[in-house]
């Protein structure tokens, strides 16, 4: 018998799947308030934990602002930290992100994509986490429940490595709440994968250390330049943990994923649960005689900057899918893009589309027509609502 | 005058930044040396995260978290789980605070660890007001009292913060006065032995706040005490009340006379704050008297 892995699948949603990575990983401290869709992962977590199977200590405060208060220096005694949150409860903690990795913290957190009020909306949108995203977190999107399991224990190596807060990060609904076969890997292979958590810096009586005390322009500027340095190496950390993932439970990620790119003439850029749908769309294309393929990106940040060029290099045409809208830009992984590709040799000509934003609902033939409408027009500054 | 003999224990040291003839230095210093090594501080943005000092120095000896201003019972109560899971269930974890960290921003973060009965020690340090960022009022100014956001004086009462802990029935509130060191340092000790959410209150006279002379810091303090403006008091569980100095003095005028910030008053004002703390005090002694230790 395997004892690696639990060969059969058993159904759950995203969310049910994130609260099994993080009994995995043998959390010690759970900060955590709930919040629609998030909650089913606090529900989980409680549930695990009142059957004895996990030990965390769980604090549950009045506010998610009070919940990141909790996780920074519970992270930074060395502790295993973990909690969850979704839309106004990652835009309540924003002060409290910037501070989580501004004092090297390795917490993981899960936050699932919903819009943003006004007007009040509980649909899948990126736009809650994007908007974090020069608050130094690391940021990994996920497509599946299984991705989302994975995810977790993956970034809890990468958080406590590079001494950078992550967040896995997954759409209302479409991932938190769809329920699918997922494998449940087992206790050995995760302790096996994840080494404790065991920071040289850390608040501790023994060393006397204090952290975030008043510091002088230089300083401050210094804290900036070790987070960067810290920030070049996870795309490379991210690629490993992904790899001896692999090799352990037979799933590998990337910091990319590239779906039927060879030979594409079209390729579709997107993030999170739209992937899934993309993918059959690629499918159909493809089947259709399009040669069409989809370049998922699952780290955003630190943005896999090389990878990315490398990737879309010579491709004719790329259509960035944004499931976000930022006022005054537009779709934001299309900025992102842009940036990117600027000033490269070969760049494919780049479309920018808002579809699905406030969690319209896209399907697989919409993007066909997308495709079809978009690929061989020249390419727009700003970005266009499709849906 | 009576000398006290003070033994350090070297907790907090020379070289902290607080102004000159400060108490906040003072009663730092023997909450520190009571509180001892074994400690993990939480400080909110306050004059006591200045006092501790800047990067790369520290003026304590314990390892301090610098936290947001509304936080500092939040952190606390992380760390100290941390601690828990990590078996290290007897380390003190202290909290520093002022009281626009306490009362005004810091009060939802507050209410939800002592709701929770977090093991914390929460040291609020009351200067009535915003003294850290040039003076300032907060829900913790008193009544008539100019600050630079009130400068014809404060139109409403000090929030009784006092009370709305004690709501929470947590197992220990204090208040205590660096004029009075020795109960200080009881209360700090005792509240060390107590498992559950411990707040003790210190007023601490802003010398350029309230306008107060460099050397008359601890004999506002004491001033206060007499007076019955600041009595000093324990709360067991929330209901059981006992004085610390048990009498006060018959007038507040001669604690109002020691500060700039009171000096518009005329003899009606001072009639009515008189009258505020006469009910005050009576109702402080109901309590006392109300407590159910006392009565069995």
């Given at each position: ?67 990141m ?77 299984q ?10 190596r ?26 449940i ?61 692999g ?8 910091p ?6 060879e ?12 992937c899934?749908?993309v ?43 944004d ?7 537009g ?39 997308l ?17 | ?38 400690a ?49 269930p ?11 960290g ?195």
């Amino acid at each position: 018998m395997d004892m690696r892995a639990n060969a059969r699948g058993v159904l759950l949603s995203g969310n049910q799947a994130v609260a099994y990575g993080v009994l995995l990983a043998r959390p010690d401290v759970i900060p955590v308030y709930p919040i629609t869709p998030q909650t089913p992962i606090l529900e989980q977590i409680i549930e695990l934990h009142s059957e004895g199977r996990m030990k965390a200590e769980l604090l549950t405060p009045e506010s998610e602002h009070s919940a990141m208060s909790a996780c920074i220096p519970a992270s930074l005694t060395g502790a295993r930290v973990f909690t969850a949150t979704s839309s106004q409860g990652l835009l309540l903690m924003h002060e409290l992100l910037h501070y989580a990795s501004g004092a090297r913290s390795s917490i993981v957190m899960c936050n699932v994509n919903r819009t943003p009020a006004s007007p009040w909306g509980f649909w899948p949108d990126q736009l809650d986490s994007l908007a974090q995203r020069d608050t130094g977190w690391i940021q990994v999107y996920s497509e599946s429940p299984q991705e989302s399991l994975d995810g977790v224990i993956q970034l809890f190596r990468v958080a406590e490595t590079a001494n950078i807060p992550a967040m896995i990060c997954h759409d209302a609904f479409y991932v938190s709440h769809a329920v699918e076969p997922v494998e449940i890997p087992s206790q050995l292979t995760v302790d096996e994968f994840l080494p404790p958590f065991k920071p040289d810096i850390r608040l501790d009586t023994t060393l006397g250390r204090s952290f975030g005390a008043p510091a002088d322009q230089r300083n401050w500027n210094n804290t900036r330049r070790d987070l960067d340095a810290a920030m070049a190496t996870v795309p490379d950390l991210v690629s490993e943990a992904g790899r001896l993932w692999g090799d352990l439970t037979g799933r590998h990620y990337a910091p990319l994923e590239e779906y039927r790119m060879e030979g594409a003439d079209v390729v579709i850029v997107t993030m999170g649960s739209m992937c899934g749908t993309v993918r059959e769309a690629v499918d159909a294309m493809r089947e259709a005689g399009v040669k069409a393929g989809m370049l998922k990106v699952r780290l955003f940040r630190p943005l896999p900057m090389a990878a990315l060029r490398q990737a879309l290099e010579g491709v004719p045409c790329a259509i960035v899918l944004d499931r976000n809208y930022s006022p005054g830009t537009g779709g934001i992984l299309h900025q992102e893009l842009k940036s990117v590709l600027f000033n490269m040799k070969n760049a494919p000509r780049l479309h920018g589309l808002m579809a699905g934003v406030g969690g319209v609902n896209v399907s697989p033939a919409k993007i066909g027509e997308l495709v079809a409408q978009y690929r061989d027009k020249e390419p727009q500054v700003g970005a266009i609502w499709v849906d | 005058m009576e000398l006290i003999s003070y033994q350090d224990e070297g907790q907090f040291v020379s070289g902290h930044v607080a102004c000159g003839g400060c108490a906040e230095a003072l009663a730092m210093r023997v909450i520190l040396n009571t509180v001892g090594s074994d400690a993990i501080g939480v400080v909110s943005p306050s004059c006591s995260a200045v006092i501790c000092g800047g990067y790369p120095m520290s003026a304590v000896k314990i390892p301090m978290f610098h936290t947001t201003l509304e936080s500092a019972a939040a952190s606390a109560s992380g760390v100290k789980r941390a601690l828990v899971a990590q078996n290290k269930p007897d380390t003190t974890v202290l909290c520093f605070a002022g009281d626009g960290g306490t009362y005004d921003i810091g009060l939802q973060a507050l209410s939800s660890a002592a709701e929770r009965n977090e093991d914390i020690l929460y040291i609020c340090f009351d200067n009535e007001g915003y003294m850290n960022t040039g003076g300032q009022k907060s829900s913790s100014t008193p009544l008539d009292a100019v600050t630079g956001s009130t400068p014809a004086g404060k139109t409403t009462r000090k929030k009784n913060l006092i009370e709305i802990l004690a709501a929470h029935r947590i197992p220990y509130i204090a208040t205590a006065s660096p004029s009075h060191i020795n109960d200080m340092r009881a209360k700090i000790e005792k509240a060390k032995a107590i498992r559950g959410t411990k707040v003790i209150i210190v007023l601490i006279p802003c010398l350029p706040g309230w306008g107060v002379a460099d050397n008359a810091a601890v004999r506002t303090a004491r001033k206060a005490v007499e007076a019955g403006v600041f009595p000093l008091l324990e709360i067991e569980d929330g209901v059981n009340y006992r004085l610390s100095v048990s009498e006060k003095g018959d007038s507040i005028e001669s604690y109002l006379k020691e500060q700039k910030r009171y000096r518009h008053l005329d003899a009606d004002h001072i009639a009515r704050l008189q009258a505020e703390t006469d009910f005050e005090w009576r109702r402080l002694q109901q309590r006392v008297a109300d407590s159910p230790a006392r009565n069995p």
